[in-house]
């Protein structure tokens, strides 16, 4: 079973639609969760924050249920900028801070 | 400001070469890292650098040498490179804590690399 796992997509959704990414992971010990999303040829760039509590940042919502071990991305009003993969990164535990990625997720918002 | 940069974007160098993949950054981050990114692929951790000391190697080959040099810079030195060693590396910073929760990595934009 893999560390993190992924729907690799692609998810076309028309611009405005709502989406849902969900990512689960395999290691009860692991302390930090987040969303990049990666352009193509680009960089990841850091999306945002996972926390138990959940956050929300503008139209994004990310949650985190750590019994059930999994995390979950929410788009609101998806813009056609918004295409992208979506990458779920769990880091283990502190004493390992590298980041392990899910295989991510396409979204290609279309107009 | 949240800024990773690299040097060269872009590289093609052949077997015999020796060359050096350069990452600077001045946000006072103590951890550092090289990844490798094939295409349609998540990026693959090569090496940590926690306090300007290695401390992960996932088992890279011999013909990629790291170095940090200090707490802003880390080089990644290439001899000897195999075709299949094509790809785009990626180097990551973040903040370094002991015994706190890890924090989130920034990337620079990577150097994409031929080997021919």
């Known amino acids: 079973r893999k560390e993190v796992e992924q729907d690799p997509g692609p998810f076309n959704v028309p611009e405005g639609a709502t989406v849902a990414f969900n990512c689960t992971y395999s290691n009860s010990a692991s302390q930090s969760f987040f969303w990049y999303r990666q352009d193509c040829r680009k960089e990841p760039k850091l999306l945002m924050s996972v926390y138990s509590s959940g956050n929300e940042d503008g139209r994004f919502t990310a949650q985190l249920n750590r019994a059930s071990q999994y995390i979950s991305l929410l788009i609101r009003d998806s813009k056609l900028s918004d295409s992208a993969t979506y990458l779920c990164?769990?880091?283990?535990?502190?004493?390992?801070?590298?980041?392990?990625f899910g295989s991510g997720t396409r979204l290609q918002v279309q107009p | 400001d949240t800024e990773v940069t690299q040097t060269p974007k872009h590289l093609v160098m052949g077997m015999t070469n020796k060359k050096s993949l350069k990452c600077e950054q001045h946000m006072g981050h103590r951890a550092m890292y090289w990844y490798k990114q094939k295409a349609k692929k998540p990026p693959e951790l090569m090496f940590v650098?926690?306090?300007?000391?290695?401390?992960i190697n996932e088992s890279v080959p011999s013909r990629f040498s790291p170095e940090c040099p200090n707490s802003s810079l880390l080089n990644l030195h290439l001899h000897a490179l195999q075709p299949e060693d094509s790809a785009l590396y990626l180097c990551a910073s973040s903040q370094d804590a002991p015994g706190s929760p890890p924090y989130e990595q920034y990337f620079g934009p990577g150097t994409r690399l031929t080997v021919t």
């Open positions: 650098y926690s306090y300007e000391k290695l401390s």
């Open positions: 990164v769990v880091i283990g535990y502190t004493g390992r801070r590298a980041l392990t």
